[in-house]
């Protein structure tokens, strides 16, 4: 759902989020997460489960090839911008992109408390992220005040996510028919809801959400200086040792960035989008798309994934082999 942003195994000796260096409760949760946690099935498989197109989506590595795009289309939003700007992006981006898929992933695959933990330390984090705009960018004025915690906010960095899911999917795995996706799309919602978005502030159908995308990008997407500044740093810092080459990972990153992206953010972040690129993409995803379904599932399939279907069958296991209570003889 990946800012955009793989989780790690989620084991008492290696607990799943230490590094954050914050502490939440999780057996009191925010009130608005009362009743998601009363629905759950089973804590053991979290808030969604083998079942779900949320696992089934959320499982393949691919998604990673979209997470360019992801964090283009977030950082192309003026007050999403500034709030970036609050991390240590700039330092490490690729640890920033790293821990966002941590917890992303965390939310999907863990059990409930793994899950919860994740959603409320992320939205202890964004308590901390506010401001005001020091430019007029797009349709908002200098002054104008934002907040990583602002429901309009959290929805469109989530769309963000949902859009590249169901787009990467679809490009590189298999086709997505129209019911999986619709399915997709509603466990997402219950996703968002996690972060502190309102379910009632999503699109109703996917057709509806695609509808707010496109008009998300005609209408608000535009770069400002601090726009400006976080794209370039995001398309040309190398996150492996060595020298930065910005002549050679900037084009890369821009084509592969744009390549999924609406038209309207490609113009709104400058980034070409010509015949030759929309080719090119073209014998990419021809060539990935069979390579990628070949794989084997160690590979394929992310390690949260891997190890919550390992989690699950042993919990299934140890009620098989758990002693049941005599029946009372008449």
């Not at 992006?89 to 966002?100: G, I, V």
Request: proline content about 8%; hydrophobic content about 40%.
């Amino acid at each position: 759902m990946t800012a955009c942003v793989p989780v790690s195994a989620v084991t008492e000796e290696d607990p799943a989020f230490d590094h954050w260096d914050i502490e939440v409760d999780t057996a009191d949760p925010p009130a608005d997460l009362a009743p998601l946690v009363a629905a759950v099935e089973d804590p053991v498989e979290g808030f969604f489960g083998p079942g779900t197109m949320m696992w089934r989506v959320g499982r393949e590595t691919a998604l990673f090839l979209g997470g360019m795009t992801c964090i283009l289309l977030q950082l192309s939003h003026p007050k999403v911008a500034p709030g970036i700007e609050h991390s240590d992006y700039e330092a490490d981006p690729h640890a920033r992109f790293s821990r966002t898929f941590e917890v992303v992933d965390a939310i999907i695959f863990g059990d409930v408390e793994t899950a919860l933990e994740g959603a409320m330390i992320v939205r202890e984090l964004h308590t901390y992220v506010t401001g005001e705009l020091d430019e007029d960018v797009g349709p908002y004025a200098a002054g104008e005040p934002y907040a990583a915690s602002d429901p309009d906010l959290l929805l469109w960095v989530h769309a963000t996510l949902i859009h590249q899911s169901v787009v990467a999917y679809d490009t590189y795995v298999e086709d997505l028919h129209d019911e999986a996706a619709e399915r997709f799309y509603q466990d997402s919602k219950t996703f968002g809801q996690l972060f502190g978005v309102p379910r009632d502030q999503y699109p109703e159908t996917l057709s509806e959400f695609r509808t707010y995308v496109d008009r998300t990008a005609e209408e608000t997407l535009a770069l400002g200086e601090t726009g400006e500044t976080v794209r370039d740093i995001i398309l040309e810092t190398s996150y492996l040792p060595g020298p930065a080459l910005p002549t050679v990972l900037r084009p890369v990153r821009a084509f592969f960035g744009a390549a999924t992206m609406p038209p309207a953010a490609r113009d709104a972040l400058g980034l070409e989008w010509r015949r030759r690129h929309e080719a090119a993409f073209r014998l990419f995803r021809a060539a990935v798309r069979p390579t990628y379904r070949a794989l084997p599932a160690r590979i394929r399939f992310k390690n949260g994934y891997l190890e919550a279907m390992g989690r699950v069958a042993a919990d299934s296991d140890t009620r098989a082999t758990r002693p049941t209570a005599a029946t009372p003889e008449d």
